[in-house]
Nanobody, 116 residues
Framework: QVQLVESGGGLVQAGGSLRLSCAAS????????MGWYRQAPGNQRELVAG???????NYADSVKGRFTISRDNAKKTVYLQMNSLKPEDTAVYYC??????????WGQGTQVTVSS
């Protein structure tokens, strides 16, 4: 079974930085596409950044140039480095693991709040 545990969320002022981590258990990490999604109150969950099993990243237009996704297969961990944070980045951030069936696993979410 796969479990995802996020950490690193918190409160930060606009312009600041946070680094989210997502540690995975189970056997699928190295063959999985990993992603970070976010959901703000009243909004749908949206993809922030993803990274393939081969390490190719993709980003939502709203975070390009500010966020960086990376993965460490040996540690079964995916990271999201968030710089130049804006109040509109405030949301619950969810880690996603997609195995090639396809099937999705989700973490419990971590709150990111950016104050103006």
């Amino acid at each position: 079974q796969v479990q995802l545990v996020e950490s690193g969320g918190g409160l930060v002022q606009a312009g600041g930085s946070l680094r989210l981590s997502c540690a995975a258990s189970g056997s699928f990490f190295s063959i999985s596409t990993m992603g970070w999604y976010r959901q703000a109150p009243g909004n749908q969950r949206e993809l922030v950044a993803g990274i393939t099993s081969g390490g190719s990243p993709n980003y939502a237009d709203s975070v390009k140039g500010r966020f960086t996704i990376s993965r460490d297969n040996a540690k079964k961990t995916v990271y999201l480095q968030m710089n130049s944070l804006k109040p509109e980045d405030t949301a619950v951030y969810y880690c996603n693991l997609r195995i090639p069936l396809p099937y999705d696993y989700w973490g419990q979410g971590t709150q990111v709040t950016v104050s103006s």
